[in-house]
């Protein structure tokens, strides 16, 4: 097994961020995985603060963060 074992479908969880929030809003992710929906928020202007109890997948997060905005996550 590869990756996080319930991955979401990056189009969904993008169509999700959209419908929900406006640029500016904080979207909260309680349960982070890989960091999709933290991506998702990020590349449509809103912040975001993400939970993850699993170490390996919270550094998928920053780093996936770190991707979008081209600075270490805080």
């Excluded at 995985?33 to 933290?38: C, H, L, N, S």
Aim: proline share 7%; with cysteine.
């Amino acid at each position: 097994r590869r990756g996080h074992p319930c991955p979401q479908d990056a189009g969904v969880t993008a169509a999700v961020v959209a419908f929900w929030s406006l640029t500016g809003d904080v979207v909260l992710d309680p349960f982070a995985g890989e960091g999709g929906t933290a991506e998702a928020a990020l590349r449509r202007g809103r912040a975001v603060w993400c939970i993850e109890r699993e170490a390996r997948y919270a550094a998928a997060t920053r780093a996936r963060c770190a991707a979008v905005t081209g600075e270490p996550p805080r």
